[in-house]
C-alpha cells in the first residue's frame, strides 16, 4: 500500500513503536493475528496486546477506523488533501460532544 519509507513517516508522525510499525501494515492486509504472530515470531496473545494497545494509543477501536486515522494522516504528511486555496478539504463528519461537525468545505460561504 506504501512504501517503506512512508510507512516510517507515518509511524513516527502517530507515535507507533517499532512492533506496532510491523503490525500495522499486516493489519491493513487483512491478515489474521495468527498470521501475523507466525510472521512476527511471538505470540497471537501478544500481537493482540500491541493491537489494543495501539487502538488505545490513537483512541480508535477498530480496522477501519484505523484506516481512516492512516489515510488522513497519509494526506496530511504527503501534502496532498487540499483545496486549490490550501485548506484541506476531505468532507471527513466526526463526532463531537455537541453533535457532528463536517469540515469545512472551500465552496460555502
Known amino acids: ?19 506496532e510499525s510491523e ?3 499486516a493489519l491493513l492486509d487483512d491478515r489474521k493475528g495468527t498470521a501475523i504472530a507466525a510472521h512476527l515470531g511471538i505470540s497471537r496473545h501478544t500481537v493482540h496486546t500491541h493491537t489494543e494497545r495501539l487502538y488505545r494509543k490513537m483512541g480508535i477501536t477498530s480496522r477501519v477506523e484505523l484506516v481512516r486515522r492512516i ?8 501534502g496532498s488533501g487540499r483545496s486549490r486555496y490550501g485548506a484541506r478539504s476531505t468532507g471527513i ?10 469540515a469545512p468545505d472551500s465552496t460555502q460561504r
Not at 463528519?93 to 463536517?102: D, E, K, Y
Open 1 to 19: 500500500m506504501f512504501s517503506d519509507e512512508m510507512w516510517r513517516i507515518l509511524a513516527r508522525s502517530l507515535g507507533w513503536s517499532h512492533r
Open 23 to 25: 503490525i500495522v501494515p
Open 71 to 78: 489515510f488522513v494522516e497519509y494526506l496530511r504528511v504527503s
Open 93 to 102: 463528519t466526526r463526532a463531537t460532544s455537541g453533535g457532528s461537525h463536517r
